[in-house]
């Protein structure tokens, strides 16, 4: 193939990356209800409407996640590297994940719910 071939593809390819990436992280609705995991098990529903502070423990390692605005996030933890604490607050997009505490916390609408947990 010509290089002229090969800068088209390559450019197509980055263009559309850059569109689902903006479509994944900044598209979508804000959720009303935050699902807090631990080893694949849900231990609570929260709801983001109502501002509060959580400490989800596992074992002797804790996460404090912190509700404000509508949006979660995890403000302090035990874990070493610390990367859930550095993501900003959130209601929607990519789970926040702290893998050394086991610990995942995803999005919805509130839909499938069972019953609530607080």
Not at 50 to 78: H, M, P
Request: proline share 2%; aromatic share 10%.
């Amino acid at each position: 193939m010509k290089t002229r071939t090969w800068v088209m593809l390559v450019s197509s390819f980055a263009i559309i990356c850059a569109v689902l990436s903006c479509l994944f992280f900044f598209g979508g609705e804000s959720k009303q209800y935050a699902e807090v995991y631990t080893d694949g098990k849900r231990l609570q529903t929260i709801d983001l409407s109502e501002d509060c502070e959580y400490r989800i423990a596992y074992g002797e390692e804790y996460n404090i996640l912190t509700v404000q605005d509508g949006k979660i996030a995890v403000t302090a933890s035990s874990c070493a590297t610390k990367d859930c604490v550095h993501r900003d607050y959130s209601d929607h997009g990519a789970p926040i994940v702290c893998i050394p505490n086991r610990l995942l916390i995803s999005f919805s609408d509130g839909g499938d719910m069972d019953a609530l947990v607080g």
